[in-house]
Each structure stands twice: as C-alpha cells, then as structure tokens.
C-alpha cells in the first residue's frame, strides 16, 4: 500500500496571503462573539473590555497562520457553535 504525500501547505507568502485573507471572516467573526457574550454579560452587570476582543482576533490570526488548510473546517465549527447557541438561548 502506498502512502500519500503530506499535502504542502506553501511557503512564508502563500501562508501570508491565506492570513490576510482569513482575516476578512475571522475579524468580523470574534467581533460577533465579543458582543454576544458582552450582551449577556450585561444582564449580570458584567462586561469584557476591548483586550478580549484583540485577543480573539489574535487567536484567529495564529490558527490562520500555523493551519492554513485547516482554518476554514475551524471558523466553520465557531460558526456551527453561534447558530446552535442563538437557537438554545431564543436569539
């Protein structure tokens, strides 16, 4: 049986290019997150600040990096996750 060749996830630029473009869906993605759970939050007076949001967007930005070909299957499991909480909580 012949094994496959590992798939090449491409050089520094190809991998800066997918970061790039990723961040056209993650940024708009942790800004959704960021409000829901601050929109809950306030119910209990509670509230995260702007770093929670910077650092969401930066989580986003290193899975994008380090797992170019893996990304989209990640950013369509938060997605999933979103549509599955609105529907539990009556959003």
Do not use: Q
Not at 39 to 64: D, T
Not at 75 to 86: D, E
């Amino acid at each position: 049986m012949r094994r496959k060749a590992p798939k090449d996830e491409g050089s520094i630029e190809s991998r800066l290019i997918a970061l790039a473009a990723s961040l056209f869906f993650s940024i708009p993605t942790a800004v959704i997150i960021w409000l829901l759970i601050n929109k809950e939050l306030a119910y209990w007076g509670g509230f995260l600040g702007s770093g929670y949001l910077l650092s969401s967007i930066a989580i986003f930005a290193v899975l994008a990096f380090l797992f170019p070909l893996f990304f989209p299957a990640i950013l369509g499991h938060v997605w999933r996750s979103i549509v599955r909480m609105a529907g539990w909580l009556g959003w």
